[in-house]
């Protein structure tokens, strides 16, 4: 196993990628941390440099053994690994991940997807794509104003099930969901009133605002059904990935 040094425009260019408009800009993310490095590693998403602090690598080198063979390893003193990591007690492994293509044509022909409209919080995107990840959803689409999901807090609480989702961002979904429901049962998720969530037998769009604005009347009136969950006890209302884990489970 041969580790190289970064050059200073390499390392310039990781740190930088703490910042939106570089990652976007660059087509590049940072993945931190053993679980969600082997989630890249077992996807489709193509690593563009592995970086392993260099007191770490004697432990890490049975893990890097599954690093794709043609990804550049590269060694990071303990000084320098402080100016990129955002773990608080960090395991000394981290990928740098190059973004695939994303549009709309490339949604799975078949399953369910998720909307989510404005999703300003990092954790709950994260959490949101990790649950969609594990009943099987194909595909999450995020409309303009929703955070990015590059955000290295997204990454870390999908857990890497970020690199097993086709991610669509900044999508008009006044424009996307007239045309959406030619392919997909449209389901609103309403706090207010609507059906109880059951099994879909065809593929269905589940459509989630976020936690502090819900959705929009506009939107909820494109919707085919509207999906409450009951409640019996006296808390205000669920948080957003737990009302979204629950319509999911529901779904499939």
């Known amino acids: ?67 794709p063979p043609d990804a550049a390893l590269y060694s ?73 999901f590059t955000n290295p807090k997204v990454v870390r609480t999908s857990m890497g099930s970020l690199f097993h989702l086709t991610v669509v961002p900044d999508l008009d979904f006044a424009i996307l969901l007239p045309a959406l429901k030619k392919r997909f049962l449209l389901i609103a998720g309403d706090a207010k009133r609507g059906k109880t969530p059951h099994p879909c037998a065809r593929p269905a769009a589940l459509l989630l605002g976020s936690e502090s604005y819900g959705l929009p009347e506009e939107l909820l009136e494109l919707a085919e059904e509207r999906w409450r969950i009951p409640g019996t006890g006296g808390a205000e209302s669920l948080s957003l990935p737990q009302a979204a884990a629950i319509m999911m489970y529901a779904m499939v």
């Not at 679980?35 to 489709?44: A, T, Y």
């Not at 080198?61 to 599954?66: K, N």
């Not at 995107?125 to 995020?142: N, P, Q, S």
């Open 76 to 148: 990071l003193t303990a000084r320098e690994w402080d100016q990129i990591s955002q773990d608080k007690n960090p395991e000394g492994i981290m990928a740098v991940a190059a973004l695939p293509g994303r549009d709309v044509q490339a949604w799975p022909e078949t399953g369910h997807i998720v909307l989510a409209f404005r999703i300003s919080n990092p954790n709950n995107l994260g959490a949101l794509i990790r649950t969609a990840h594990w009943f099987g959803f194909g595909a999450i689409a995020l409309s303009s104003d929703s955070v990015d």
């Open 1 to 67: 196993m041969i580790l190289a040094r970064p050059t200073r425009a390499q390392f310039k260019l990781w740190k930088a990628l703490k910042e939106t408009k570089v990652r976007l800009r660059e087509g590049l993310l940072l993945a931190e941390g053993s679980k969600v490095v082997r989630e890249l590693f077992n996807s489709s998403w193509p690593v563009a440099a592995i970086l392993v602090r260099e007191d770490k690598a004697a432990r890490l080198r049975r893990f890097l053994a599954a690093a």
